[in-house]
């Protein structure tokens, strides 16, 4: 097979038909990296052998969205007296030991931004989520260049950080399902980006990282049925028979995202069992599956989320205990969430200690309900909670906590908090939505406002519920004014010119400008956009802005 440059820009490999975007020049070690011969056989094989099952898994949710809209029948825990969960035998199979004391992971890292990367891997933290997904935006330049980095690091090319042996473990977080790699064309058809993604990182990291017994290892993002994880599990076996290393080498933890999935954690902790590493918790991507599942019923209305939903809740509280009763039945180790909020840099100051005080009180919850570990984004953080971790627990994680004393049925976890909304809240859902679009626009893939850090899944909540307000005319709490679509066209203007001040330069402001123009054609549709992720890669103007900058780069 031969690598060649057509006159289209496209790097082309025969004779299987795969097709590469042309790099610009920055990036020109990072091809020569990553696009050999052998990973460009290994990606067709990849891709030619999972893609059709990753369109069914598609169409699965799309039919099982639309059962649920016609019947109306809510989901419940499967009570198939031979299914897995009736069995109390099983176990996964136990987790190497670096994975065994994870206290503290570095979250939302994407790793195209080397410097963060490099500070992490610096850190005393125990991993590093190493995103692409939630994070990360999935512009070209930023999946080569991250994968490059992931690349170099792992093979020790970046000097004074520790050996891959000695730093955090990378746990490796490719694109859900729903996203596609629009920049590869195999067999005529765009790569599946979960495929792409953990294929480059795999074929050329996963040897190198279990040599040094540090991986490889995997996130798996909003995974919504054990028929998903199923899909995983076989690719993961198949890499580690193409590559010729064990099986059962790979281990994957499973962010339980979706309320649909929380009804199957059981099923999927069995059908990962030889890859587990076990189950996450996270509030918003969660939250936001709600409206995406049941938004059109009014029963499922979620209130003001700055104001009424956090992990104290019911529905949120019922969720995490049931991922730790479960996965520590199982054997498995159960994640918690990240903290967004920043530390001020006067650590004499009140500000400093009134962070400090609330993540302690949001952490502590999580380390009662029996967590072995969660995600801080800011690094200044790490060493407070580890120490944090070390003063209410006993060894490497807490394994040992089964909560007999939970028990959580159907209606626990569809249990809506009562609220309503607050002007203040919708103005902030707007606000974090359209700076999310600002933020992809310009090709980063999070962002920090009002303290804390906003991504992927506090701008899916947000855009979620002003979407769900507008369409049951929800009223505002102490006033007369209803959500509608007026009302959320108002706000949105006046919200970005409270933001201008901040973007002082004219592209700066027009970019602002047309952040909020497409977050209004989301939350105004009739229909409601499954992600927001999604829709932003297919919409044109996002495609516009970063082929634009595209061709600037290539011109460097």
Request: charged content about 20%; overall charge negative.
């Amino acid at each position: 097979m031969s690598v060649q440059l057509s006159e289209q820009g496209i790097i082309m490999s025969s004779p299987v038909c795969i097709e590469v975007q042309c790099s610009p020049p920055s990036l020109e070690k990072g091809y020569k990296t990553l696009f050999t011969d052998d990973c460009l056989q290994f990606l067709h094989d990849l891709i030619t052998t999972f893609d059709q099952r990753v369109d069914q898994i598609l169409q699965m949710r799309v039919f099982r969205k639309v059962n649920l809209d016609l019947t109306g029948v809510l989901p419940s825990f499967s009570k198939d007296p031979s299914s897995v969960r009736s069995d109390t035998t099983w176990r996964v199979l136990p987790v190497p030991e670096r994975l065994q004391r994870r206290h503290v992971d570095i979250g939302d890292l994407a790793p195209c931004d080397t410097e963060r990367l490099l500070r992490a891997l610096k850190s005393p933290a125990q991993g590093i989520q190493v995103d692409f997904d939630d994070g990360n935006c999935p512009t070209f330049y930023n999946q080569i260049k991250g994968i490059h980095n992931v690349y170099k690091a792992v093979h020790n090319m970046f000097s004074d950080v520790p050996p891959i042996s000695q730093a955090p473990v990378l746990m490796l977080r490719p694109r859900a399902w729903n996203m596609i790699e629009s920049n590869m064309m195999v067999e005529g058809k765009q790569a599946p980006g979960p495929l792409f993604d953990f294929g480059l990182l795999m074929f050329h990291c996963g040897k190198t990282l279990l040599d040094n017994k540090s991986g490889p290892f995997f996130y798996l993002s909003k995974v919504e049925s054990y028929m998903e994880a199923r899909l995983w599990n076989d690719i993961f076996t198949w890499a580690e028979q193409k590559l010729v290393i064990p099986l059962g080498s790979i281990k994957a933890t499973v962010l339980i995202e979706n309320i649909l999935a929380s009804f199957e954690m059981e099923e999927i902790l069995y059908e990962l069992r030889d890859h587990s590493a076990g189950l996450n918790c996270g509030i918003w991507d969660y939250s936001a599956s709600i409206v995406n599942k049941f938004g059109n019923n009014p029963a499922f209305l979620l209130p003001d989320r700055s104001k009424y939903v956090n992990m104290q809740k019911h529905f949120l509280r019922s969720y995490m205990d049931l991922l730790v009763q479960t996965s520590h039945r199982r054997g498995a180790l159960a994640t918690g969430g990240m903290v967004a909020q920043l530390l001020p840099q006067d650590p004499y100051s009140e500000a400093y200690k009134t962070v400090i005080d609330m993540v302690t009180r949001q952490k502590m919850q999580e380390i009662q309900a029996g967590v072995d570990g969660f995600i801080v984004y800011d690094l200044n953080l790490i060493e407070p909670m580890q120490k944090l971790f070390k003063l209410h627990t006993l060894g490497d994680n807490q394994l040992h906590q089964l909560r007999p004393d939970v028990r959580v049925t159907a209606d626990d976890l569809l249990s809506i908090p009562s609220g309503g909304v607050t002007l203040d809240g919708l103005k902030y859902n707007i606000a974090v939505g359209v700076l999310f679009i600002q933020a992809w626009l310009s090709g980063k893939g999070h962002f920090i406002y009002q303290g804390k850090v906003e991504d992927s899944a506090t701008a899916e909540i947000s855009r979620s519920q002003v979407w769900q307000w507008i369409r049951h005319r929800t009223q505002l709490e102490g006033e007369s004014k209803i959500v509608s679509r007026q009302l959320v066209t108002e706000l949105a203007q006046q919200v970005m010119m409270e933001l201008l001040p901040l973007h002082g330069s004219d592209s700066a402001a027009q970019m602002l400008q047309t952040a909020a123009s497409m977050f209004l054609e989301v939350v105004l549709r009739r229909d409601f956009p499954e992600f927001l992720t999604t829709y932003l890669c297919q919409e044109h103007t996002f495609l516009h802005y970063h082929m634009a900058v595209q061709e600037k780069q290539a011109k460097l």
